[in-house]
């Protein structure tokens, strides 16, 4: 996408699809930013005691990064079959891509937490949910207990 700008035919595009272009390379960018925002404030707020915050925004950047990629593909996709082919198949096609991904990543998730449907992992209330980490946990330290007794 960096290098469309410099190709010599790039002169004859319209600037409506310069517009699209540049709204296409700024969303790449955005969310390249926020998908690979949790990352570094894990860094910052590792063993802090701040994990509800990291997944908080972790969350929030997750969901931004992610309607940006969005508007990326669906304007890239825009973009290059309106260059080639017209603009009516250029505006079915990118509002197909657009409504798939609306779909995919937003109607589906919702679908299936309106239905409740959960792992057996969250089915588990708290305090069950506890005794099995307990009782996993005691298990990983009795084994390595085990391995740092001495031979006889």
């Known amino acids: 996408m960096l290098t469309i ?14 517009n699209i272009y540049l709204a296409s390379l700024i969303s790449a960018s955005l969310a390249t930013a926020c998908i690979t925002a949790p990352v570094a404030f894990h860094r910052i707020v590792f063993r802090r005691g701040m994990k509800d915050d990291l997944m908080n925004t972790a969350t929030r950047y997750v969901a931004a990064g992610m309607t940006f990629l969005a508007l990326a593909m669906v304007g890239a996709v825009f973009l290059v079959l309106d260059y080639l082919l017209s603009l009516g198949i250029a505006v079915v096609v990118a509002g197909g891509l657009a409504a798939v991904f609306l779909v ?3 109607v589906v998730p919702y679908v299936a937490r309106a239905r409740g449907k959960t792992t057996s992992k969250t089915r588990l209330d708290r305090g069950t949910r506890r005794q099995v980490e307990r009782r996993t946990s005691q298990r990983v330290v009795g084994q390595f207990e085990t391995r740092l007794q001495p031979p006889m």
């Open 5 to 18: 700008a410099f190709q010599q035919r790039f002169d004859e595009v319209s600037d409506f699809l310069c």
């Open 104 to 106: 995919l990543w937003v």
